[in-house]
């Protein structure tokens, strides 16, 4: 048994891919993958067909045989975001697991976004790669979404998607085609359409300067054999764009090598590409075949403490850059989240919690006011609605519907005055929620009134009580009163008194 082999799987509307990799050595082993084109079924809101859904066990059940041949007994399912709203996604969710005995695990776009920009940055720090501009675009590009990541200096700055892929343009455009005679010009200005809000969506810090551009899960486009080059420039690629757009499938297929079951989506693909290419100021364009499944491997390596990547300031970044649109006040939320991870850390032994849940406590507490931008009264529910609708970098759905439940309970409702919707929750996530909520409650209390007379805190834990020692020179007397009211919730969810005390800030 090979005790540092790892296996994913991932099942898209692509396909079927395996990795097997050495998750110490991080060599891949083996790579995968079979093709069903199920992306025609989705997008037209129609079930997978049975045929299809029998290929896929069949596949796996293949798979699965591979994996036991290397004696690898850590392995996972995934699915993907586009799969999993196939009108029949659990009946094809629940023949896998009839079938083969394994669940699979659905990924959010949010999360395949996240994994496969780990990936890159693994794979370019690894290969050594130099880069000409200080900023980078990552472009992911599938069958019914795209996604735009862009970093500078390695630094992540956002992350925006749209629910536009080659397969629905490939569509559409052959719908132009019957009805119109310069089906390109058209299809070009819809794609336009689509982009009309990109730059007024993008955070304030985004950067326009010359950028590279790594194009990602880009099938025909990838295909491309042009003397064998991963990197194309600006000049270049419009090179290739005018070869292609008036091109037959038979020159095509024959000059660059593109299998006929993928040149409908090569004019779709091209012409999305180069207009994401050009909002992006994208001087140069590489080509790069890292995908989900590479940044899963890594996700995997980090947990078994393999190896050690620190990327979950994309999701913190993200969660501030949301915060920023809505107008947080910012030095109110960076002293509840300073206080809210100082409690969280100093009360360990009493709620369990691990490091997931604690940037779980972190998003919640940089966006528990964003609700504040719609209306102050009752803040709190627009801040839960505004988090289920946000598209946060590295999380699940089910991370954001803890995010959205926690800041809901952050003020003064609390779960038990709200059980209609708390009682639905499975339990586990119940109590996390709650454990949170309660930490979170705190936290707010100790700069109620946005004046910041509280500068730091200690937390001393008692067998019958928590003290929480604040150390200001101000009158903190309504402090006092509203930590009093807010600490309830938390002496219900752990059982334990709680007690603000005040020091003078000269004690060291």
Same mark, same amino acid.
């Given at each position: 048994m090979?005790?540092?082999?790892? #296996?994913?799987m991932?099942?898209?509307?692509q396909?079927?891919d395996?990795?097997i ?19 025609d079924?989705? =997008? ?6 049975l ?5 896929i066990? /069949? ?5 699965l045989?591979?994996?036991n ?18 009108v029949?996604?659990?009946? !094809? ?6 079938r083969?005995g394994?669940?699979i /695990?659905?990924?959010s ?18 290969r050594?790669v130099?880069?000409?501009y ?12 795209t ?5 500078n200096?390695?630094r992540? &700055? ?11 343009i490939?569509?559409?455009? *052959?719908?132009l ?6 089906s390109?010009?058209?299809l ?10 990109f730059?007024r ?18 099938m025909p486009l ?15 690629f ?5 070869k292609?757009?008036?091109?037959s +499938? ?5 000059e660059?090598? !593109?299998? *006929?079951?993928?040149i409908?989506?090569?004019?779709p ?5 180069r207009r ?6 994208a001087k140069?364009v ?6 989900v499944?590479?940044?899963?491997a ?8 393999l ?7 994309? !999701? ?7 915060a920023?649109?809505y107008r ?8 509840v989240?300073?206080f ?10 009493m709620?369990?919690? +691990? ?6 406590l972190?998003?919640?507490?940089i966006?528990?006011?964003? #609700?504040?931008?719609i209306?102050?009264? *009752? ?5 839960? =609605?505004i ?15 803890i995010?959205?439940?926690?800041t ?7 779960? #038990?005055a ?5 009682q639905k929750l ?5 109590l996390?929620? %709650?454990?949170?909520? %309660?930490?979170?409650?705190?936290a707010?209390?100790l700069? +109620?009134d946005?004046q910041?007379?509280i500068?730091? !805190?200690?937390?001393s ?5 928590? &003290?929480?020692?604040?150390?200001s020179?101000?009158?903190? %007397? ?14 219900e969810?752990f059982g ?6 005040q020091?003078?800030l000269s004690?060291?």
């Open positions: 090979k005790s540092h082999y790892f #296996g994913t991932m099942v898209s509307v396909g079927i395996l990795l990799i050495d998750l110490k050595k991080f060599e891949t082993i083996e790579r995968v993958h079979k093709s069903i084109a199920i992306g079924d989705i =997008y037209h809101d129609t079930p997978v067909d045929e299809d859904v029998d290929q066990t /069949q596949t796996i059940q293949g798979y045989q591979l994996l041949d290397y004696q690898i007994i850590n392995y996972q399912l995934w699915g993907s975001e586009a799969l999993a709203h196939a029949n996604a659990d009946f !094809i969710s629940d023949q896998i697991f009839l083969t394994i669940k /695990q659905w990924l776009v949010n999360e395949e976004t996240y994994y496969q920009n780990q990936a890159i940055l693994v794979n370019l720090k690894k050594h130099k880069l000409k200080p900023l980078i675009h990552f472009i992911n590009v599938n069958s019914g979404n996604t735009i990541t862009q970093f200096q390695d992540f &700055v956002f992350s925006t998607y749209f629910p536009l892929g080659p397969v629905r490939a569509e559409d455009l *052959e719908n085609r019957q009805n119109v005679p310069n390109v010009e058209v070009n200005d819809y794609i336009d359409s689509k982009f009309a809000d730059k969506a993008l955070p304030t810090q985004t950067i326009s300067d010359a950028s590279d551009a790594i194009l990602l899960g880009t990838s295909h491309i054999k042009i003397s064998k080059k991963t990197l194309l420039s600006d000049k270049e419009e090179v290739l764009f005018d292609i757009i008036d091109a +499938d038979q020159y095509i297929n024959e660059f090598g !593109i299998p *006929e079951s993928e409908p989506l090569l004019l693909e091209l012409l999305l590409s994401i290419l050009q909002l992006t100021n140069r590489l080509f790069s075949d890292t995908n499944l590479d940044g899963l890594i996700n995997e390596a980090d947990k078994l403490g190896h050690k990547h620190q990327f979950t300031e994309q !999701i913190v970044i993200m969660s501030e850059n949301i920023n649109h947080v006040e910012p030095v109110h939320r960076k002293l989240t300073k809210a991870l100082h409690l969280f850390d100093q009360l360990k032994s709620h369990g919690l +691990d490091g997931h849940e604690r940037l779980l972190q998003v919640a507490a966006l528990h006011d964003v #609700g504040a931008y209306d102050t009264h *009752e803040h709190y529910l627009h801040s839960d =609605y988090i289920r609708h946000s598209d946060i970098i590295g999380l699940s759905d089910n991370d954001c519907e995010i959205a439940a926690v809901r309970y952050h003020s003064t409702q609390t779960p #038990g709200d059980l209609s919707r708390f499975p339990t586990e996530q119940r996390l929620i %709650a454990k949170l909520a %309660a930490i979170l409650r705190l707010d209390a700069d +109620d946005r910041q007379k500068k730091r !805190i200690s937390v834990l008692k067998p019958n009580s928590v &003290v929480v020692t604040a150390f020179n101000s009158d903190l %007397a309504l402090e006092n009163w509203i930590f009093t009211f807010k600490s309830r919730f938390f002496e969810t334990l008194k709680v007690r603000l005390k020091r003078s004690v060291k």
